[in-house]
């Protein structure tokens, strides 16, 4: 079985480009999530997908990010325009459910794009 | 959301048991515990997660006394291929998203 897929897996653009991200879900995860880690920082939470419907955007840090999962398919994250402070790597991660009375689904991740911006 | 406290790094030689503990004071009743491990440019793994006493996979040994309040992942004769940053993490039972802390980076040793 396929795993959770992320491309590109490395951007390097300048400051007020356009980058879009694009992940591929392990096929039947209804559940799709978005987190990054920039620079230095720890691994912060975006925004969580069921199937094609945003459940949870609170990590979203302003409205340059936009995230589409059309079809409840593969996602993808656009940042427009990118500043230097996007810099970091975004992961993604699916899972088939979101936990139920304290146990929390195991979520797989794939293995990131780094996002430069200069 | 319980805060997890775990050390910022470890040390240990090929073979060896690692203990990484973890302390997660205000755990609440419905929480469970859960452990991710990451390696360098992959994204995290899960690696195990359990309520209470102790729960065994093919990989590790997590070790839950009866007050909750810490855990410990067991690691049985290290490699070096498991030189990585082991997280704690404790998502509220309500929770979607992981909440990620620092880690604890452990380096095994030749």
């Known amino acids: 079985e396929a795993g959770v897929t992320q491309f590109p897996s490395h951007s390097v653009i300048e400051k007020g480009q356009t980058v879009t991200l694009r992940c591929d879900p392990i096929?039947?995860?209804?559940?799709l999530y978005w987190y990054r880690r920039v620079m230095g920082k720890e691994i912060k939470f975006l925004l969580h997908?069921?199937?094609?419907?945003?459940?949870?955007e609170s990590g979203m840090p302003n409205n340059r990010f936009l995230a589409e999962r059309t079809g409840g398919t593969y996602s993808t994250l656009k940042v427009q325009p990118a500043e230097l402070e996007d810099s970091g790597v975004y992961f993604c991660?699916?899972?088939?459910?979101?936990?139920?009375?304290?146990?929390?689904?195991?979520?797989?991740f794939g293995p990131g794009t780094r996002l430069t911006v200069t | 959301l319980a805060k997890t406290t775990q050390p910022i790094s470890m040390d240990s030689y090929e073979g060896q048991e690692v203990n990484i503990t973890c302390s997660h004071n205000n755990i609440a009743t419905n929480d469970y515990i859960t452990w991710y491990q990451q390696f360098p440019s992959q994204g995290p793994r899960f690696i195990i997660q359990?309520?209470?006493t102790k729960v065994t996979n093919e990989v590790a040994s997590l070790f839950i006394p009866a007050d909750r309040k810490s855990s410990t992942l067991s690691l049985p004769r290290v490699s070096l291929s498991d030189t990585a940053v082991y997280y704690c993490?404790?998502?509220?039972?309500?929770?979607?998203?992981?909440?990620f802390g620092s880690g604890t980076q452990l380096t095994v040793l030749p």
């Open positions: 993490l404790v998502p509220p039972g309500s929770a979607r998203q992981l909440t």
């Open positions: 991660a699916s899972s088939q459910g979101f936990g139920t009375s304290g146990r929390v689904y195991e979520q797989y």
């Open positions: 359990g309520y209470k």
């Open positions: 997908f069921v199937k094609e419907s945003k459940q949870d």
């Open positions: 096929s039947g995860h209804d559940n």
